[in-house]
């Protein structure tokens, strides 16, 4: 199985500012017949079921506010969120579904300073 | 708007089977594939399979196998998982969720969930 390592396990960040998350794979997601990094991002509240915000490694999900952006290729991955507001209170997951079984990262628990 | 519904809360003894229910609405069901993932208490996420909805194909994680099945009615537009010989460390939140690419199987990322079902195990 692929293993999704993510970094770090939590991070607090001042509203209006950056926070950035970083995501490695145990081996490369990008399928090139399509390519495309089989690589998506998610957003978990809460109570509240995970919610997509990237797919793609960096398209976002129609809705996902452009605060939220997602970057790299084959193992290496980041999420950005530009200007941190309050909702953004939350874990965040990577996941791969470039092999079955598909994987995700353990979580990053994202506060406010 | 496109809605998964699952059915409630469960309560079972170690060695029972469950089964749950994920209705859809707000699509064609038999469009997009369905599938089931689930979150121990305080911890991450778990893909468990896939199922077809159209074709009724359905592949496990090899971690399940022989002991889940997914199964749907197109009539009423809900897929279904069943559970069996569970015990104390399946107790978690089950989701069911659609993949974001139609007939994509388990190589997909999921754009619509369920608010999740919670199954307890204990005796």
């Known amino acids: 199985d692929i293993v999704m390592t993510q970094s770090p396990d939590s991070l607090a960040v001042s509203l209006g500012e950056r926070a950035t998350i970083n995501c490695k794979s145990s081996q490369s997601v990008f399928y090139s017949s399509i390519n495309k990094n089989q690589l998506g991002w998610y957003q978990q509240k809460p109570g509240q079921p995970p919610k997509l915000l990237i797919y793609?490694?960096?398209t976002r999900e129609s809705g996902v506010p452009d605060r939220f952006s997602g970057s790299g290729s084959g193992t290496d991955f980041t999420l950005t969120i530009s200007s941190l507001q309050a909702e953004d209170v939350a874990v965040y997951y990577c996941q791969q579904y470039y092999n079955s079984p598909q994987t995700f990262g353990r979580g990053t628990k994202v506060e406010i300073k | 708007q496109v809605q998964l519904v699952q059915s409630g809360a469960e309560v079972k003894k170690p060695g029972a089977s469950v089964k749950l229910s994920c209705k859809a609405s707000?699509?064609?069901?038999?469009?997009?594939?369905i599938s089931w993932l689930r979150q121990a208490p305080g911890q991450g996420l778990e893909w468990m399979g896939w199922?077809?909805?159209?074709?009724?194909?359905?592949g496990y994680a090899q971690k399940f196998q022989g002991g889940v099945t997914m199964t749907r009615n197109t009539s009423i537009s809900t897929a279904y998982m069943e559970l069996s010989g569970l015990r104390s460390e399946d107790t978690a939140v089950y989701y069911c969720?659609?993949?974001?690419?139609?007939?994509?199987?388990?190589?997909?990322?999921?754009?619509?969930w369920g608010q999740g079902t919670l199954v307890t195990v204990s005796s």
């Open positions: 969720a659609r993949g974001g690419v139609p007939g994509s199987r388990s190589w997909n990322y999921y754009d619509y």
């Open positions: 199922m077809n909805p159209d074709s009724a194909d359905a």
């Open positions: 707000g699509y064609t069901f038999t469009t997009y594939d």
């Open positions: 793609s490694a960096s």
